[in-house]
């Protein structure tokens, strides 16, 4: 199971862009890095996955790196209604892995007019 | 996401009551899932099924169970409700395709114990 560390809060300012990073050095070769938005009272939202590299979407970048130990969600000019919790989430469907299911604390990034 | 309905979206009770939160989505998906919220806590899974025929349990399923009554239903249940059990509850889809198919949530119950 591949444990996630990312940091609990972040600050940000309405058109910066905001980079949130996520380590699982354990990430086993087929699991996928997946991304997810949460308001509050509201369940999580699928942002962005990815495998290697980098994926881009009409929401945000996911940067990954070679070693895939790894990767950052990028928020181009984040809006007040980009505050949220932001959780990454290392695993796959089959092979025994269930780190897709574990969200942990995720990151709760604030954004400041 | 309005294709995940859960019932009721809130819910008081007394201590010591048996509760069933209901779970039903329209996406054909075959993965259901339930999780808890507590204030400033992520989620954390209590069960997961990977299809009609299939329960497992996950982080903190103890003093609760489950019920997957066709693919489109899972339901779960408190059999004796205790305050600690005061959260917010979600239920979620996902697909079974290969490599990780993301999941789709509910708007939540919002079940306090008292």
């Known amino acids: 199971l591949a444990k996630t560390t990312q940091p609990i809060s972040m600050d940000s300012y309405e058109g910066q862009e905001v980079n949130i990073t996520c380590s699982h050095n354990?990430?086993?070769?087929?699991?996928?890095i997946t991304w997810y938005q949460q308001f509050p009272s509201q369940g999580p939202r699928f942002i962005i996955q990815?495998?290697?590299t980098k994926v881009t979407n009409e929401v945000a970048s996911l940067f990954i790196p070679a070693d895939r130990k790894s990767s950052t969600l990028s928020l181009p000019r984040v809006s007040l209604s980009d505050t949220a919790v932001y959780y990454c989430?290392?695993?796959?469907?089959?092979?025994?892995?269930?780190?897709?299911?574990?969200f942990g604390k995720g990151t709760k990034l604030s954004v400041k007019p | 996401d309005a294709d995940v309905t859960q019932t009721p979206r809130n819910r008081i009770t007394k201590t010591g009551k048996r509760i069933m939160l209901e779970c039903s989505q329209t996406k054909g998906h075959d993965r259901m899932y339930w999780y808890r919220q507590d204030p400033g806590l992520g989620l954390r899974l209590i069960y997961y099924?990977?299809?009609?025929?299939?329960?497992n349990k996950g982080e903190i399923s103890d003093g609760y169970s489950v019920s997957r009554q066709a693919q489109a239903k899972f339901s779960l249940s408190l059999e004796s409700a205790i305050p600690n059990q005061t959260a917010l509850y979600f239920c979620?889809?996902?697909?079974?395709?290969?490599?990780?198919?993301?999941?789709?949530f509910g708007d939540g119950t919002r079940l306090s114990i008292l």
């Open positions: 979620a889809t996902s697909d079974s395709g290969w490599g990780n198919q993301p999941q789709h």
């Open positions: 989430l290392v695993g796959r469907n089959y092979g025994g892995s269930q780190g897709n299911l574990i």
């Open positions: 354990n990430i086993a070769t087929n699991d996928y």
């Open positions: 099924s990977f299809d009609v025929k299939d329960i």
């Open positions: 990815g495998y290697k």
